[in-house]
């Protein structure tokens, strides 16, 4: 069952909190008060009940207030999902990040687009504490989150593209939850993908400090509330990073972020196979021509005789057309695997790339839109195996 708590002494966003929480599983209990106490024990010693999954902090609490009480409550709780309702702004976002806060809430959002917000916050809560150890055991302790490595042996076969609507579409359910990293060292392609212009990047990253609050500033914010850690931006910065600083980055990384989208370099070298020791996840991404597939093919035998296949694995057909002279069967009768997600030939997913803006941001609805974001809910809590006869549609081309 869903828990929540509210600390407010706005009367309206109380109303409104209130209307939401009453569609969703679970109490809610609320605390009348426009300041927030100097121990977080003052708050959950009062909490009755189900375990808390989110805290909701109203919009009458000062900021600096809310980032300390976040981040003690993200010291004790890992799992709670705090929500602020205010304005997110540059600098706010920064300090949000850094102290735990996973949510921002707009002040004056209507009981349903609350609801939304807070069902996404408690399912996020509920996957963070069944992955991460008993709170008893461990009350500092962190899980880990799922590593999702995007690959493929060839280039050119639409690999960014599809990692960065990932990361967006993972980030509509779990924001500020998803990092998505630019392991593509020479010539990454992530932050023109995401329109952003990142002040660090990777090369950073693993030469700086090690603490969580210190990898925390290497990382863009980007709008739709995903974070990204972009490639160097000179090709020959790619020979001062080892596989072994890769490896120690994205497992520090997998203990900050409920999903770590990892957009691999072509082909299988060191960085990639230190990626796939890391990883939770494998999103096999294949064109429809032959070389392509035999590529993929040959990736695969290797990577099982080296036991570097991750625990689940999703193959991605893209820029399906049956004017290719091959077909789906063909494609699964070479590899010997079923395709998962077939994304047909479009104008759409070029034209987002081209504008920076993902397709699962703001893209038209059409069928490829729709087969991505049956490719984002393999990764969320909800998703199981059964679903994948579902999946497993044929797409008629046109």
């Not at 925390?216 to 739709?224: F, G």
Request: with cysteine.
């Amino acid at each position: 069952m869903s828990r929540f708590a509210l600390i407010t002494q706005d009367p309206d966003f109380d109303h409104r909190v209130r209307l939401a929480t009453a569609g969703l599983p679970g109490s809610i209990q609320v605390f009348h008060a426009n300041f927030l106490p100097s121990s977080i024990d003052d708050v959950f010693d009062q909490l009755v009940g189900e375990p808390l999954e989110v805290l909701v902090l109203g919009p009458d609490l000062r900021a600096e207030d809310v980032v300390n009480f976040a981040a003690a409550v993200d010291v004790r709780f890992p799992h709670v999902s705090i929500a602020y309702a205010a304005e997110p702004t540059g600098d706010l976002v920064a300090a949000a990040m850094r102290s735990g806060i996973r949510e921002f809430i707009d002040p004056t959002a209507t009981a349903d687009a609350l609801r939304a917000r807070l069902e996404d916050a408690a399912a996020a809560a509920t996957y963070r504490l069944s992955a991460g150890p008993a709170l008893d055991a461990a009350p500092t302790g962190q899980g880990r989150g799922r590593v999702i490595a995007v690959m493929s042996p060839k280039g050119g076969v639409g690999k960014t593209t599809i990692a960065t609507n990932i990361a967006v579409g993972l980030a509509r359910s779990a924001p500020m939850s998803v990092v998505i990293v630019d392991l593509d060292l020479q010539f990454g392609d992530v932050a023109s993908g995401l329109m952003l212009d990142p002040e660090r990047s990777v090369l950073d990253a693993v030469n700086g400090p090690k603490d969580s609050l210190s990898l925390k500033t290497y990382l863009a914010h980007h709008s739709t509330d995903l974070y990204a850690l972009c490639a160097p931006r000179n090709p020959a910065d790619a020979e001062r990073i080892t596989a072994d600083q890769v490896g120690e980055l994205v497992g520090r990384l997998a203990s900050e972020f409920q999903y770590v989208v990892v957009d691999t370099s072509p082909g299988l070298g060191d960085h990639v196979l230190a990626v796939l020791d890391e990883a939770s996840d494998a999103v096999w991404v294949c064109g429809m021509d032959i070389p392509s597939v035999r590529g993929l093919k040959t990736g695969f035998e290797v990577l099982s005789e080296l036991h570097l296949l991750p625990e689940h694995r999703h193959l991605v057909l893209n820029m399906a057309d049956k004017r290719s002279g091959l077909s789906i069967q063909d494609v699964e009768a070479t590899l010997g695997l079923p395709v998962d997600v077939v994304l047909a030939r479009s104008r759409v997913l070029p034209m987002a790339t081209n504008r920076g803006v993902p397709a699962l941001q703001d893209g038209p609805r059409d069928r490829t839109v729709k087969a991505l974001e049956r490719l984002v809910e393999r990764f969320k809590p909800t998703w199981s195996e059964s679903n994948r006869r579902a999946v497993h549609k044929r797409v008629v081309f046109q």
